[in-house]
């Protein structure tokens, strides 16, 4: 009697069959052999979504087939597809020709070369339970979300669309993001960067200000003289920030009122940006004539 190895692909069984040899008798189960009934959901929700699995319609021939040929040999091997569906047709196999799911009869292929074979016959082991359970938790969530999902979709879009469990939950997440699109409110932000000397120093480096106390600051619109609105700010020179109506001879440009962070033991702005114009140069001079006291060049 001959050991019988039992494959998914009816290609691979000939080729396996050419490396392992006379003494081995390679079929194929042409995938799934067992399923959960199409008619019906097939799960009872109430039992722990306990599976009800059933014969695959059409394939009675081929199961008598692998049931006689087990009868006739001395060991069955079940080597179907190393992963999870693999796994799971294995243990159907298993259930179907009444093998103990705990023995040493699971043979998997890495490659279908002679080595491979030869490395998978060498590491047979038992049927993993672990890929078992992650697949049949994944047909289970198919089939609940396909069968209750996919008859509302009938009533309320069109006839014959299907609903699954990646499809659903990716249509949720477009929808959510596109109701937080919705309702976002544009506010106005500016980034203040300065280039600072420590004490006498003459090493640069750069900061940017991130607010105070770990709040961020807001702008805000002050008027003008005139009447006209604008965001100013004045610096003072002790290196704090105030309101201060400045009279900007440029048209009404735009500049910022901002908090500047506190210099802390660093006694001189080299520079400091608190905006982007195609008026720097006009803004610039004007504010520089505002700040004279406290020795900052400002550049908008």
């Given at each position: 009697?001959?050991?019988?190895?039992?494959?998914?692909?009816?290609?691979?069984?000939?080729?396996?069959?050419?490396?392992?040899?006379?003494?081995?008798?390679?079929?194929?189960?042409?995938?799934?052999?067992?399923?959960?009934?199409?008619?019906?959901?097939?799960?009872?929700?109430?039992?722990?979504?306990?599976?009800?699995?059933?014969?695959?319609?059409?394939?009675?021939?081929?199961?008598?087939?692998?049931?006689?040929?087990?009868?006739?040999s001395?060991?069955?091997y079940?080597?179907?597809?190393?992963?999870?569906?693999?796994?799971?047709?294995?243990?159907?196999?298993?259930?179907?020709l009444?093998?103990?799911?705990?023995?040493k009869?699971?043979?998997?292929?890495?490659?279908?070369?002679?080595?491979?074979?030869?490395?998978?016959?060498?590491?047979?082991?038992?049927?993993?339970?672990?890929?078992?359970?992650a697949?049949?938790?994944?047909r289970?969530?198919?089939?609940?979300?396909?069968?209750?999902l996919?008859?509302?979709?009938?009533?309320?879009?069109k006839?014959?669309?299907?609903?699954?469990?990646?499809?659903?939950?990716?249509?949720?997440?477009?929808?959510?993001?596109?109701?937080?699109?919705?309702?976002?409110?544009?506010?106005?932000?500016?980034?203040?960067?300065?280039?600072?000397?420590?004490?006498?120093?003459?090493?640069?480096?750069?900061?940017r200000?991130?607010?105070?106390?770990?709040?961020?600051?807001?702008?805000?619109?002050?008027?003008?003289?005139?009447?006209?609105?604008?965001?100013?700010?004045?610096?003072?020179?002790?290196?704090?920030?105030?309101?201060?109506?400045i009279?900007?001879?440029?048209?009404g440009?735009?500049?910022?009122k901002?908090?500047?962070?506190?210099?802390?033991?660093?006694?001189?702005?080299?520079?400091?940006?608190?905006?982007?114009?195609?008026?720097?140069?006009r803004?610039s001079?004007?504010?520089?004539?505002?700040?004279?006291?406290?020795?900052?060049?400002?550049i908008?």
């Amino acid at each position: 009697m001959s050991k019988l190895v039992i494959v998914e692909s009816p290609a691979k069984a000939k080729t396996i069959k050419k490396y392992l040899g006379e003494d081995y008798n390679v079929i194929a189960s042409m995938g799934h052999v067992r399923d959960l009934p199409k008619a019906q959901i097939g799960i009872d929700i109430d039992n722990n979504f306990k599976p009800r699995y059933i014969n695959i319609p059409g394939k009675s021939k081929l199961i008598k087939q692998i049931k006689e040929a087990a009868r006739e040999s001395d060991a069955v091997y079940l080597a179907t597809d190393p992963d999870r569906e693999g796994e799971a047709i294995s243990w159907h196999l298993a259930h179907i020709l009444k093998l103990d799911e705990k023995e040493k009869n699971r043979v998997t292929f890495g490659e279908i070369t002679k080595k491979g074979i030869s490395d998978g016959m060498a590491n047979i082991r038992s049927i993993d339970m672990d890929l078992i359970n992650a697949q049949q938790a994944r047909r289970i969530l198919d089939r609940i979300v396909g069968y209750k999902l996919s008859p509302f979709l009938w009533r309320k879009v069109k006839g014959g669309l299907s609903a699954g469990r990646v499809q659903s939950v990716a249509v949720k997440l477009i929808v959510d993001r596109h109701r937080e699109i919705e309702r976002f409110v544009p506010s106005e932000y500016w980034n203040i960067d300065a280039v600072l000397s420590p004490g006498s120093s003459a090493k640069k480096f750069r900061a940017r200000y991130y607010g105070t106390d770990g709040k961020k600051r807001t702008v805000e619109k002050i008027k003008h003289k005139s009447g006209k609105s604008l965001n100013a700010y004045s610096l003072t020179p002790n290196n704090s920030v105030e309101n201060k109506d400045i009279n900007l001879n440029n048209g009404g440009a735009l500049c910022r009122k901002v908090t500047l962070f506190k210099m802390l033991s660093f006694n001189k702005i080299l520079f400091a940006s608190a905006a982007s114009s195609n008026q720097r140069e006009r803004q610039s001079k004007n504010l520089n004539e505002t700040t004279k006291s406290a020795n900052i060049k400002i550049i908008i």
